[in-house]
């Protein structure tokens, strides 16, 4: 009974999918290195045996091509959908944000021209296995791995926009930087335009824990919220927030590390004969 009390606890209904609660976990994959090798050339492309290349225009399609084979594999495998990952400075934010995209061809220049491999991808995907089975994930005000955009709020609109008429399922922001303020938490709620504009289901992300993320579902902020290292630290999050028990520490020491166990499921589960 308890549970229906509390928002992050409350169902949803996101297109097909029926929610038993609003969290969601985040990104916290060991895979984090791959993909990023090309970014310290400064426009896109793939880490050849040890030279940075740029991805020629007529290459491209190969690429579309290999994310749609992508999405078509993990709803064999599976899955129930597929996040396309066009944040963080990985290779579609990379084209994205004008930091580091200095193409010339028609990937580059113009917000329209980079974005137009994001939303090659999306349309990809939503041709393969669905829009109602296609998330997107953004992260417009972000700097990570030095890519960042000069007028990121143009940007996560002109992306939603044109996510809404593909019919993109969710959207997943990255909130910017939380700040500490007398030791608490400040979530900076800078996304509600977005959330506002965007037709499908809103994620947030990005410094939220319990109280934070109660308050963003009930004042209406967001749909869900999806939480990173609290999630990595504790398998059993939601029920440790629907019977508010303390949480395990997260060990920043194994952040990123290459072992598949240790600092990724190793973390103990609440015991629940002692609460
Ligand atoms: C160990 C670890 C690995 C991560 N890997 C990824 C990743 O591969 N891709 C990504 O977009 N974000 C990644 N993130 C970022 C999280 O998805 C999330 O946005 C970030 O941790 C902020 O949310 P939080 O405050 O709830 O942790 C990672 C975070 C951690 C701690």
Known sequence: MEAKAIPLLTPYTMGRFDLSHRLSAQWTSTSFLYGQADHAS?????????????????????????FQLAARNCIEAGFDGVEIHCAFGYLIEQFMKDSVNDRTDKYGGSMENRC????EVIQAAIDEIGADRVGVRLSPYSNWLDCWDSDPDALGLYMIHTMNKLG????????????KVDGKVQIPYKLLHFRKAFAGTFIVAGGYNREEGNKAVSEGYTDLVAYGKWFLANPDLPKRFELNTPLNKYDRSTFYTPDPVVGYTDYPFLDLSSV
């Open 42 to 66: 400064g426009s896109q492309g793939w880490n050849c045996g040890g030279i940075l290349c740029p991805n020629r225009e007529d290459e491209i399609p190969q690429i579309v091509s290999d």
């Open 168 to 179: 993109v399922l969710y959207c997943s922001m990255v909130e910017p930087e939380a700040v």
């Open 116 to 119: 137009r491999f994001a939303l």
